[in-house]
């Protein structure tokens, strides 16, 4: 399967605790981002990487979530103690630079805090 | 503020019937509108733009300036259509960041 991969799929952490996702994008995309989406819900922006700068991030990114593209491949989305409305399914898409109209999209990990 | 308004979550019709998914939407400038659709257990994935104006599947979409939307439509709707569809905008601003609507559940029925 060359599309957009993340890891993991399910995440069940306490409430407090740290969890790392991650994202691998098709391997010529040089765009990356992020979504969050919650029941009954549109997908909704977090954040927004160009090769590995991040050049975009929504108000819904607290200082407790934080995301990279170290080398312009991979990115990780960490957050931080954990909170229950947190819970959501994490999306990650990618999409080439003169067609970043269509973005690529992965499966999604789905965050449960309990 | 850019905001994407999709009124009905759900929407049942049997095979064969006329479809229209609604879809309006809220932004100053000149955005970009596009359909995305999953279908049951697949991922999210990009059915058309507005840009483009083709026909896949058989759906259609109009940007409509005036009434500010971009419903999409299918004149003989088919069981594999059933899935979730969302309705999303980008800015000319964005970097191509996507505002997408709640989505609406289609369900044709034999």
């Known amino acids: 399967d060359t599309g957009v991969s993340q890891d993991p799929r399910h995440k069940i952490t306490k409430r407090g605790q740290n969890v790392t996702f991650r994202c691998d994008p098709i391997?010529?995309?040089?765009?990356l981002y992020w979504y969050r989406q919650t029941l009954g819900q549109g997908p909704e922006f977090l954040t927004y990487?160009?090769?590995?700068?991040?050049?975009?991030k929504s108000r819904l990114l607290s200082d407790r979530f934080s995301a990279e593209r170290p080398k312009g491949s991979f990115s990780t989305l960490e957050i931080q103690r954990t909170e229950q409305g947190d819970s959501a399914m994490y999306l990650c898409a990618s999409s080439l630079g003169d067609r970043a109209y269509e973005q690529y999209f992965g499966p999604g990990t789905r965050l449960t805090v309990t | 503020a850019q905001r994407v308004t999709q009124p009905e979550k759900l929407l049942s019709v049997f095979k064969g019937a006329p479809v229209e998914l609604k879809c309006n939407y809220s932004y100053s400038g000149s955005p970009e509108l596009f359909w995305y659709v999953q279908y049951s257990r697949q991922r999210l994935q990009l059915l058309l733009r507005?840009?483009s104006r083709e026909s896949i599947k058989g759906f259609t979409a109009d940007l409509n300036k005036g009434e500010t939307s971009f419903h999409l439509k299918k004149p003989f709707a088919q069981e594999e259509d059933s899935a979730m569809y969302y309705c999303a905008l980008r800015s000319g601003t964005s970097y191509g960041k996507l505002t997408f609507g709640q989505g609406t559940i289609l369900t044709v029925h034999p």
């Open positions: 990487f160009q090769n590995e700068a991040q050049l975009e």
């Open positions: 391997s010529e995309h040089n765009r």
């Open positions: 507005h840009i």
